[in-house]
């Protein structure tokens, strides 16, 4: 039901997205709800109690509109911050705290005894509360400290590229790719993926907001997706996994060492020869891998746009600002 959907999604403002998560009275971080969504929910009473009424009835259909709202909700997430990361387990209990919404919701309709808009408020910032909980449990809590802080906009988008512009930037030929190719972090297009598939190229991708169903496309993240051991031959990744894996490389509460782990499996799921593709760098890891004799690192930068771009960059975000290539010598 598309309406009763509407009131229970994050409200988020297009204009100033991160406000979403805004500073509460004991010093945490809580997740906002508007006058709007409770007025909704007053003025269609009845008709989303009915529908209500329907999914108490039928279990899969309650599951499979949490299921839609847990997804619908991550999404926005990802708007708002793109290090924000929900594994498959994290999603699973998600979806079971948005069927506690729903029934409650439903309790609340049918509970004459209490003021509802009152109702209607303690059930928002109870279940807020819930998913504030499990946000900081699998992210860590240091993620959203700046968000106490609203006097400047804290957005980290997730952003979209053209298949030419990352070609380009990665310095990628079809001559010089092996096959099978995977893009880790593809975003929610895959354009890059569909672009080689257009060409003839065995591609695939995996994103955690992939809108499309397409037998080559996984909807996924990095930590939930196992890359089997020499399988690919050339593995790509423009601003997603390298840039997610600083990130947490300079957070006191970050996963590096899920991090590096991953680093390591990816590069154990490349054949014989070949590649794995990354921007921005990682130079921690690369000079540990100058050491190993299986593995080849080469790094070409990245040409800056001459905007006054640069001048707005961290010391750090200007190092790390090439891209890498690792090719795999011997088994």
């Given at each position: 039901m598309q309406l009763l959907k509407q009131h229970l999604m994050l409200p988020i403002d297009p204009q100033q997205p991160s406000h979403l998560f805004q500073p509460s009275a004991d010093g945490t971080v809580r997740i906002k709800y508007t006058s709007e969504q409770l007025q909704g929910l007053i003025e269609h009473k009845e008709k989303i109690k009915a529908y209500l009424g329907t999914l108490q009835m039928d279990s899969k259909q309650l599951n499979t509109f949490a299921n839609e709202l847990a997804l619908s909700v991550s999404h926005q997430f990802n708007q708002v911050n793109q290090y924000i990361n929900l594994t498959k387990q994290d999603e699973i209990q998600l979806q079971t705290l948005f069927k506690t919404l729903l029934n409650t919701l439903h309790s609340t309709y049918s509970n004459e005894s209490k003021d509802l808009l009152v109702a209607l408020e303690e059930m928002f910032v109870h279940h807020h509360e819930r998913i504030m909980s499990l946000l900081t449990k699998s992210n860590g809590n240091q993620l959203f400290q700046s968000y106490l802080n609203q006097k400047e906009e804290t957005i980290v988008p997730c952003q979209q590229y053209s298949p030419s512009f990352q070609m380009k930037v990665l310095g990628l030929s079809l001559d010089h790719m092996q096959g099978p190719i995977l893009d880790i972090g593809c975003g929610s297009d895959a354009r890059l993926v569909n672009d080689l598939r257009e060409q003839d190229v065995e591609a695939y991708g995996f994103d955690r907001n992939i809108t499309t169903k397409k037998p080559y496309l996984f909807r996924t993240n990095w930590f939930d997706f196992y890359f089997s051991p020499l399988k690919w031959g050339t593995l790509i990744s423009n601003m997603a996994?390298?840039?997610h894996f600083w990130h947490h490389h300079l957070r006191q509460d970050g996963q590096y060492e899920s991090y590096a782990q991953k680093y390591v499996e990816i590069l154990n799921a490349l054949k014989v020869?070949?590649?794995?593709?990354?921007?921005?760098?990682?130079?921690?890891?690369?000079?540990?891998?100058?050491?190993?004799?299986?593995f080849e690192v080469s790094k070409h930068e990245i040409p800056m746009p001459e905007t006054g771009m640069d001048q707005k960059l961290s010391q750090d975000e200007l190092e790390r600002r090439y891209v890498t290539k690792i090719k795999r010598l011997h088994a």
């Open positions: 996994f390298s840039n020869g070949g590649t794995f593709i990354y921007s921005p760098g990682l130079p921690f890891m690369e000079n540990i891998l100058k050491e190993v004799d299986k």
